[in-house]
């Protein structure tokens, strides 16, 4: 078992560029040019601290663990133009595509990423970090630092204002050319937030605080998710959060919510762009991880407080997750075999 631990951003983002193979060609602050002939590059420009803008093509070229131990919130925004991801599907590991313009603010209290051979990325990304533009970025541009909060955190937004998507692309080629200087990258950072802030752009990031609707495609159905259906998505994500080790069915927490279960569930992959199932798993896995490497619980307790009945089921679900038994996960961090 390959596994890391970051403390903190700047530290995650160098020992996963090494841990892929990337060789570090140029470390001239504010940037970065990290690239291997077989394996691909990853360039950024600025800081995690307050602007950084990164592009990337590269591929995962063994299974590893990083976990990361520090809280971050960021308005993070960009283009995904290739990418294969795993998710979790009636209990198999499928691979997925998702080519796609994105936004989010994405706030996270420590975890821990399974990264996967073959896994492939190519795109674009930018990272403000939010003390950052609510101290700086939000007082400059003469705005409250409440002027976000119509972004509800955690989802991610794939339909983006044709002025935020051609700003992107401008971004992305001044960092092809190598050609992002300090100003540039405050400039296009504050410009990309006063975009976003516009009163007429709020309509493209509907979480249910606004008076539209929207249609979400299901297969060759159609689905209308109304503004209350997206308050009890999201109030669905938060009871998920708390209560992931109860396994609520989905019927079940849809009829807690008043919201049908087609809707829960189509509603829920739109807002946070995966199913309610690998979210929860998520968290079970990271808890249970957690447990191993911090108490001297048993595997078969362990289970138990992450609502498996079957530790058979636990240690098969965890192994799919982690790519590693709980006992082998264990002995890493008890230096056992």
């Known amino acids: 078992m390959i596994y890391h631990l970051a403390k903190d951003p700047d530290s995650y983002q160098r020992l996963f560029y090494q841990q892929i ?9 504010p940037q970065n040019d990290w690239s ?24 995962i070229s063994q299974d590893f663990l990083a976990e990361f131990q520090y809280d ?79 972004l509800v955190k955690n989802v991610r937004h794939v339909h983006l204002p ?7 692309l401008q971004i992305q080629r001044l960092l092809e050319a190598r050609s ?42 159609q689905i209308l998710i109304r ?15 708390e209560k992931a080790d109860s396994f609520v069915t989905i019927y079940a927490l849809s009829q807690t919510l008043g919201i049908g279960e087609q809707k829960l569930k189509a509603g829920f992959q739109q807002l946070y762009q995966q199913t309610i199932w690998d979210y929860a798993n998520q968290i079970r896995m990271t808890k249970a991880a957690s447990l191993l490497k911090n108490t001297d619980k048993t595997v078969d307790e362990i289970a ?4 498996y009945h079957s530790p058979a089921a636990f240690r098969t679900m965890f192994k799919k997750w982690s ?12 230096g056992t075999d």
């Open 304 to 307: 138990r407080l992450t609502g």
């Open 72 to 150: 971050t919130e960021y308005l993070h925004a960009g283009i995904i133009y290739e990418g294969i991801t795993y998710s979790l599907v009636e209990n198999q590991m499928q691979q997925s595509a998702t080519p796609s313009p994105f936004l989010a603010i994405e706030h996270a209290c420590g975890g821990i990423n399974c990264w996967r051979r073959g896994q492939h990325f190519k795109g674009i990304e930018i990272s403000i970090e939010m003390e950052y533009l609510k101290n700086k970025i939000l007082p400059y541009l003469g705005v409250s630092d409440d002027s976000l909060d119509f």
């Open 323 to 334: 790519q590693t038994t709980p006992r082998k996960f264990r002995s890493y961090f008890s």
């Open 36 to 59: 291997d002939e077989a394996i691909g590059s990853i360039y950024t420009y600025g800081t995690m601290d307050t602007i950084q803008f990164g592009i990337g093509d590269y591929t």
């Open 21 to 29: 193979g990337l060789k570090h060609r140029d470390a001239k602050a």
């Open 180 to 221: 992002m200087t300090p100003e540039l990258l405050l400039a296009l950072g504050t410009t990309f937030t006063a975009l976003l802030i516009r009163p007429d752009f709020k309509q493209f990031f509907f979480t249910g605080t606004d008076v539209m609707s929207e249609r979400i495609f299901v297969g060759k159905r």
């Open 162 to 168: 044709k002025e935020l998507t051609d700003l992107i």
């Open 227 to 241: 503004p209350d259906d997206y308050k009890k998505i999201v109030a669905a994500h938060d009871l998920m959060r």
